[in-house]
């Protein structure tokens, strides 16, 4: 069956709507899974509205631990979401053929998990019905977060800050919510995640009972019986995310900051995030390509093609390009001698740090005044003017300003050259 530059193929799996179908491009051959969706059965039980905020949510969300909607097509009786293909099975198919994982294991999926999920967060986007069967694991071990269709974005939220939508599975849904007098979108899905995290390690339910109502009592004490061959560091970090209190439980930054989560930890890199800013600079100057590793020096007209007023990129984003992008010159000895202090200052002061192609980007996140958190996302690069000088470029993809200038301040006050020097602020 040939669906626009589609060609469907056999049938994946059965959802409550229509069937989930393999697809291959036939442009490009690349694979997709194509969830084929019935008009009448959405509009008969009405839920268009959710049908719709699924949509919606998926637009929002560019993350490689997440399925990503890549495009909606439709027909007189069908919609068709174009999605990343998966070639793997659910983490619940998972745990039932193997049982539980090894800490080593289970650490990495819930590591991809936390950063799928931190990253709805930052977007303002709240899953609400995170269990096995949502997260899909590839033939790489990869986590893919699937099913959006109960999430809340921004709008869903009442006047007191809080949702107030009774909804997820019996197992994994936080005590708050069950108390239903509104609930932190944020805090609920950690507790969700520490529901998965136990599973993962121990092969069965934190809280399980045939009678709901003897179920959600056990939810609502949050008494937990871990088992003792497990590491003290897993322990502790279940211990906190399974708080019943919302408001003493671990926040997803503190989880981060944690010596049992970080043991191995890559964090995804977001190329999409950095893409953006980038495109809209080449538009003005195709010269910033110098950015790639194969371009280790630059001249002086790219010089000041890099500071030029001309630049662009105040016309994609409504903050002034002098706060997000700050340049500085240095002389230390290499190249690889100025990243590698700029990774030791900015990981003593709590950041995660990866590094890509000849370039550092540095998250770290923080709790604002009302109790939100947000990420500071900055990245870093540095490019030879001369084998005693260097550029260092800060650019900040998200986060508070002032938090941004306080790192950049911190960053050229150690490397930068002193103040009699020349030097290059843009």
Known sequence: MRLGKYELGKTLGHGNFGKVKFAINFETHQPFAVKEVDKTKIIHLNITHQFKREIQTLKLLKHPNIVRLHEVLASKSKIYLVLEYVNGEELFDTIASKGKLSEAQGRKIFQQLLDGVSYCHRKGVYHRDLKLENILVDAMGNVKITDFGLSALPENFRDDGLLHTTCGSPNYVAPEILANRGYDGAASDIWSCGVILFVILTGSLPFDDRNLSVLYHKILKGEIQLPKWLSEGAQNLIRRILDPNPISRIT???????????????????????????????????????????????????????????????????????????????????????????????????????????????????????????????????????????????????????????????????????????????
């Open 252 to 426: 997803m930054a503190s989880i981060k900051m944690d010596d049992w989560f970080r043991t191995d930890y890559h964090p995804a890199y977001l190329d999409d995030e950095e893409e953006d800013i980038y495109t809209s600079e080449a538009v003005a100057f195709p010269m910033h390509q110098v950015s790639s590793e194969s371009s280790s020096t630059i001249n002086a007209f790219q010089l000041i093609g890099m500071s030029s007023c001309l630049d662009l990129s105040g016309f994609f984003e409504k903050e002034d390009i002098s706060e997000r992008k700050i340049r500085f010159t240095t002389n230390h000895s290499t190249k690889e001698d100025i990243l590698n202090r700029m990774d030791d200052l900015v990981t003593n002061m709590g950041f995660l740090v990866q590094k890509k192609q000849g370039r550092l980007k540095v998250m770290r996140e923080e709790k604002g005044e009302n109790g939100v958190s947000t990420i500071l996302s900055v990245s870093a690069e540095v490019f030879e003017i001369s084998p005693s000088l260097y550029v260092v470029e800060l650019r900040k993809l998200h986060g508070d300003s002032s938090s941004y200038r306080q790192l950049c301040n911190i960053l050229s006050s150690d490397l930068g050259v002193p103040s009699n020097q020349d030097s290059v602020m843009a």
